[in-house]
């Protein structure tokens, strides 16, 4: 599995932007996929995540109503969409490919992490 996430950049408060996480080894079809951040000095802590259908979807309660996770299975490709974004949104995203199927919080369900990309959220 080689995962890479795209799409960060530098965008003022309120703002949007689209994550992309595609799985050029086509291997994670079957698996949930998650994505993460860290901010400097900070653990990572999980953002988002999607089942291997897209039917299931779980979100931090920080990001709820704002962020949307979705998949794409004809590109094999994971999306975040974020929205009406924050200063304290800013970090390094990385998304992860889960050992099943589900929609998992913990890191310890994902066994596969991509490299991440940048998001500034300027106030």
């Known amino acids: 599995v080689q995962l890479q996430a795209s799409g960060g950049g530098l965008v003022q408060a309120g703002g949007s932007l689209r994550l992309s996480c595609a799985d050029s080894?086509?291997?994670?079809?079957?698996?949930?996929v998650g994505w993460f951040r860290q901010a400097p000095g900070k653990e990572r802590e999980f953002v988002g995540a999607?089942?291997?259908?897209?039917?299931?979807?779980k979100y931090s309660d920080s990001v709820k109503g704002r962020f949307t996770v979705a998949r794409d299975r004809a590109r094999n490709t994971v999306y975040l969409q974020m929205n009406n974004l924050k200063p304290e949104d800013t970090a390094v995203y990385f998304c992860?490919?889960?050992?099943?199927?589900?929609?998992?919080?913990?890191?310890?369900?994902?066994?596969?992490w991509g490299q991440g990309t940048q998001v500034t959220v300027s106030s």
């Open positions: 992860a490919t889960a050992r099943s199927s589900g929609a998992y919080s913990l890191r310890d369900e994902y066994q596969y």
């Open positions: 080894r086509r291997t994670s079809s079957n698996n949930g």
């Open positions: 999607v089942s291997w259908n897209g039917a299931y979807t």
